[in-house]
């Protein structure tokens, strides 16, 4: 039986979240960051959500056509619960929201993250070297004001990975952020759960 945890980064402070069960025989974890992360407006060259041309994303740059299907998927249900407003627990109840896009240095260090996790093995924000989101955001040449990431695994399909993340308070929380504009999804077989997902939130 695999369990959930939460872990909430916030400028002030690390508050780890005991876990209150367990999440879909998957695991799953959540960093909300505050705005003041960073300076700039996203992608702002016109980029859109093409993985830029450069030495961090290039591993990432040739996904197939299944896995990008799949990262879609996510966005279209993240938009549509966006659309419909949430209750997420102790987190609290979220009105409806603007729908995210597909960008392109997000979606570079969600799947970057996601493969690193499945080649090395391991599950959590932080590589074995200690990098967390905000330097893969940074190798990924993203330069938004505020970020969030969600990790999950496990599950095969989209629809199953974002009930689990909208069952789970925090994770629930970053998907409906009203701050957030802007997404990145990276979707990789393989790894101890089998199945590994990422989000990387931006505005």
Wanted: charged share 20%.
């Amino acid at each position: 039986m695999n369990c959930s945890r939460l872990t909430y980064l916030a400028a002030a402070g690390v508050l780890v979240v005991a876990p209150a069960g367990c999440l879909f025989e998957s695991d799953s974890d959540a960093d909300l960051v505050d705005p003041g992360q960073a300076d700039g407006d996203g992608d702002g060259d016109g980029m859109g959500d093409h993985v830029p041309d450069n030495a961090y994303c290039e591993p990432v740059s040739d996904w197939s056509a299944e896995r990008m299907e799949l990262e879609q998927e996510v966005l279209a249900i993240v938009n549509q619960r966006r659309a419909e407003g949430a209750n997420c627990g102790s987190a609290g109840d979220f009105d409806p929201a603007g729908p995210l896009r597909m960008q392109g240095r997000l979606r570079c260090a969600a799947r970057a993250h996601s493969l690193d996790m499945a080649e090395r093995d391991y599950f959590d924000h932080y590589d074995p070297e200690g990098d967390g989101p905000s330097e893969r955001l940074a190798a990924a040449g993203y330069q938004g004001r505020t970020w969030g990431e969600n990790i999950a695994g496990g599950n095969a399909t989209a629809a199953a990975t974002m009930q689990q993340w909208m069952d789970s308070d925090g994770h629930c929380a970053n998907v409906m952020n009203p701050q957030f504009t802007e997404l990145g999804v990276g979707y990789v077989p393989g790894g101890q759960w089998g199945h590994l997902w990422t989000q990387a939130f931006g505005g």
